[in-house]
C-alpha cells in the first residue's frame, strides 16, 4: 500500500480509476481502525509516516463536494472522500450526545470518552483511556496518548503539509487544561501538565525555571516539554523595551505528589460529574 500511495501522490492524475480509488478506501480503513498512523513512537523520539499524510491529501484531491445528511432537515457538505466517522456500540468509545464528530481516518481507541461538542479530525490518533471534552479539537494527524486529559476548549493542532512537518504529540498521562493552544509539532511527554491558558507554539520559547534555561528547539524544529514538566503561563522582558513583557510559557516545577492529587482530584470529580 505505501508504495502504490506514493506513487499516486506523485503522479497528481486528472481523474482517478475505479482501482485507485479502492486503493484510497483501503487506506482510509487501515487509518480509521489504527493499522497505520501519520507520526508514531520510535524508542524515544517521534517519527513521521509522510506517505500516510500523502494518502489523506489524495483524498482530498480525489473528493468532490457532496451533501451529507445530519439530522432532520440538516445537511452539511464536504468532500465525498471525507466522511464522518460512523460509531459502533462495540468499538467502545464513549460519545456524549451535543454535537461532536469525527472524520473517518481518525483513529478513537476503546475508552476513550468524547463530551459535546468536540472535533477529531483525519489522521488523527487517540489513545485508550482519554477525555476529549467540550469544545475540544483535535486536529489532522495529531497524536493523543493514553489517560491524556484534554480539558474543555483545549485546542490540539493539525498539520497535513509541508508532509515532513512533524504533528503535535500529547504522550501518555498528559493532562491539558482549558483554554489551552499546543501547536506546530510540539511534543508534551508523558505525566507533564499543561496549565489552563498555556500557548504552545514553535516559535515561542519555553522557560524552564528550575533549570534555570530556555528549551532548546528538537530536531523537528519545535520544542519537547519534558516529561513530568508543570508549565503555566508567563511573561518575560523585552531587551530593548524593559518597560514592555512578551508571552513566555514558564516550566515552574516538576510533577510531585501534590500535583499528582490535584490532577486526580479533577478526574475525579469530572467522573461524577459526567
Known amino acids: 500500500m505505501?508504495?502504490?500511495?506514493?506513487?499516486l501522490y506523485q503522479a497528481k492524475p486528472d481523474s482517478y480509476t475505479e482501482a485507485e480509488q479502492n486503493l484510497y478506501q483501503?487506506?482510509?480503513?487501515?487509518?480509521?481502525?489504527?493499522?497505520?498512523?501519520a507520526c508514531e513512537p520510535n524508542g524515544s523520539s517521534w517519527i513521521v509516516n509522510q506517505w500516510v499524510k500523502m494518502?489523506?491529501?489524495?483524498?482530498?484531491?480525489?473528493?468532490?463536494?457532496?451533501?451529507?445528511?445530519?439530522?432532520?432537515?440538516?445537511?452539511?457538505?464536504?468532500?465525498d472522500?471525507?466522511?464522518?466517522?460512523?460509531?459502533?456500540?462495540?468499538?467502545?468509545?464513549?460519545?456524549?450526545?451535543?454535537?461532536?464528530?469525527?472524520?473517518?481516518?481518525?483513529?478513537?481507541?476503546?475508552?476513550?470518552?468524547?463530551?459535546?461538542?468536540a472535533f477529531i479530525n483525519i489522521g488523527a490518533w487517540v489513545d485508550s483511556g482519554?477525555?476529549?471534552?467540550?469544545?475540544?479539537?483535535?486536529?489532522?494527524?495529531?497524536?493523543?496518548?493514553?489517560?491524556?486529559?484534554?480539558?474543555a476548549g483545549a485546542m490540539i493542532g493539525g498539520v497535513l503539509e509541508p508532509i515532513g512537518s512533524r504533528p503535535v504529540v500529547i504522550e501518555d498521562d498528559v493532562f491539558v487544561g482549558g483554554n489551552t493552544g499546543?501547536?506546530?509539532?510540539?511534543?508534551?511527554?508523558?505525566?507533564?501538565?499543561?496549565?489552563?491558558?498555556?500557548?504552545?507554539?514553535?516559535?515561542?520559547?519555553?522557560y524552564d525555571a528550575v533549570r534555570k534555561e530556555f528549551l532548546p528547539r528538537d530536531p523537528g524544529g519545535s520544542f519537547t516539554i519534558p516529561a513530568g514538566a508543570v508549565l503555566v503561563p508567563g511573561s518575560?522582558?523585552?531587551?530593548?523595551?524593559?518597560?514592555?513583557?512578551?508571552?513566555c510559557p514558564i516550566i515552574i516545577k516538576y510533577r510531585d505528589a501534590k500535583t499528582d492529587k490535584s490532577v486526580q482530584l479533577e478526574m475525579d470529580l469530572r467522573s461524577v460529574v459526567d
Request: glycine share 10%.
Open 182 to 206: 499546543i501547536y506546530e509539532g510540539i511534543i508534551v511527554q508523558s505525566k507533564a501538565v499543561i496549565a489552563s491558558g498555556t500557548i504552545l507554539t514553535a516559535s515561542t520559547p519555553v
Open 81 to 117: 472522500t471525507l466522511p464522518e466517522k460512523s460509531f459502533l456500540l462495540s468499538h467502545q468509545v464513549r460519545i456524549v450526545p451535543g454535537g461532536s464528530s469525527a472524520r473517518a481516518g481518525a483513529y478513537v481507541a476503546p475508552g476513550v470518552a468524547v463530551m459535546p461538542p
Open 26 to 37: 483501503d487506506f482510509l480503513q487501515a487509518l480509521d481502525e489504527g493499522r497505520i498512523r
Open 55 to 79: 494518502g489523506i491529501l489524495i483524498g482530498f484531491r480525489m473528493g468532490k463536494l457532496t451533501a451529507y445528511p445530519r439530522g432532520e432537515g440538516k445537511l452539511f457538505f464536504d468532500k
Open 236 to 247: 518575560r522582558q523585552m531587551k530593548d523595551n524593559p518597560g514592555f513583557h512578551v508571552y
Open 2 to 7: 505505501k508504495e502504490s500511495i506514493i506513487s
Open 130 to 151: 482519554s477525555l476529549v471534552d467540550s469544545h475540544a479539537l483535535v486536529g489532522s494527524c495529531a497524536q493523543i496518548g493514553k489517560n491524556v486529559h484534554l480539558s
